[in-house]
């Protein structure tokens, strides 16, 4: 199928994206307000504009509304902080349904803060996260199962985002991981699509997505050395797809691997979001299409825009045509 003709098939399609959402929020500084504090003496940074987008699952959900999707709905926990606010505006001003989100009084909302130099546009400090680093209650997350258990079923395309890098994890819990896997092996027909950071091997019947060294690692501890096709066969995945840059991706489905180039060998300006965009792309066009391959390739195209623009950017219908 052609670019145009996959996607011409998205408006048709419900998809959910399910896991930690969080807040980006982009703080530009001015250097030359950089005067000490007169209480401390230290240097202030002396942010004088910021901007908020949703971040992680909602960089993947963006991505979802500028494809075209139908619906792009997230599922997991905000926290009842003003974060969670900005959150929730930001997620209802790009499109996306948060009415799934569950609202967690004393949860602090997901959220990365970035320093940029008004100056010339570049991230130069580090970063400000705000993270948890207590396990969910089973309070909430009983709340989470619940709403994946009356909602999975309603959409076409699933999208696992388990992007929490504490040792604690995020919303992506053992116990949804079952509920994640039973509704995979129930739904073949639906793609069912997981994007870990640390914890890729401990899911099962899904389509598993790392990139390179994620992957690595998930094999790493697994059988002790990088071995993609017993990382498939331990997740019992129908389909496990490695990300690899520039050098595109490699494919691996039960009668072996296939490489499928990248779209692009230009200097990319910011690979923040690549993988989110890919996933996006992917997924829906493994739904229309049918084909991992073409799938993927349709993903490295997505990728090829996003990764030419500053920050999480998205790929609009309009300038996947425009790429042919």
Not at 275 to 280: K, R
């Amino acid at each position: 199928m052609t670019p145009a003709e996959i996607l011409a098939e998205f408006p048709k399609l419900r998809a959910l994206v399910v896991g930690d959402v969080c807040l980006d929020r982009w703080c530009r500084y001015d250097p030359a307000l950089a005067e000490p504090s007169r209480e401390t003496g230290l240097p202030r940074i002396a942010v004088i504009r910021t901007e908020t987008t949703p971040g992680a699952a909602g960089t993947i959900a963006s991505n979802l509304v500028a494809l075209g999707v139908g619906t792009a709905s997230v599922l997991g926990v905000v926290g009842d902080d003003g974060f969670g606010f900005e959150l929730e505006k930001a997620l209802a001003r790009t499109g996306i349904r948060g009415d799934l989100l569950v609202r967690a009084a004393g949860v602090p909302t997901f959220t990365y803060t970035k320093l940029i130099r008004t100056t010339d546009g570049v991230e130069d400090l580090p970063r400000v996260d705000f993270v948890s680093v207590e396990p969910l209650s089973r309070a909430i997350e009983a709340a989470v199962i619940a709403n994946f258990r009356a909602h999975a079923a309603e959409f076409d395309v699933i999208l696992i985002s388990d992007q929490a890098e504490t040792k604690t994890g995020g919303v992506v819990t053992e116990a949804l991981r079952e509920e994640i896997a039973k509704l995979a092996k129930a739904h073949p027909e639906k793609i069912v699509w997981v994007d870990s950071r640390l914890r890729a091997e401990h899911f099962r019947h899904v389509i598993v997505k790392p990139n390179e060294a994620e992957a690595g690692a998930a094999s790493e501890r697994i059988c002790g050395r990088v071995d993609y096709a017993e990382l498939r066969r331990h997740t019992a995945s129908p389909l496990l797809i490695v990300t690899q840059g520039d050098r595109g991706v490699i494919v691996i489905d039960e009668s072996g691997e296939t490489r499928v180039p990248a779209a692009t060998n230009k200097p990319p300006v910011d690979i923040c979001g690549a993988g989110d965009s890919f996933s996006a792309g992917a997924s829906l066009a493994l739904k229309v299409t049918g084909s991992p391959a073409e799938a993927a390739a349709f993903g490295n195209r997505v990728a090829s825009i996003t990764i030419m623009k500053h920050g999480t950017g998205t790929a609009s219908s309009a300038e996947i045509l425009a790429a042919e």
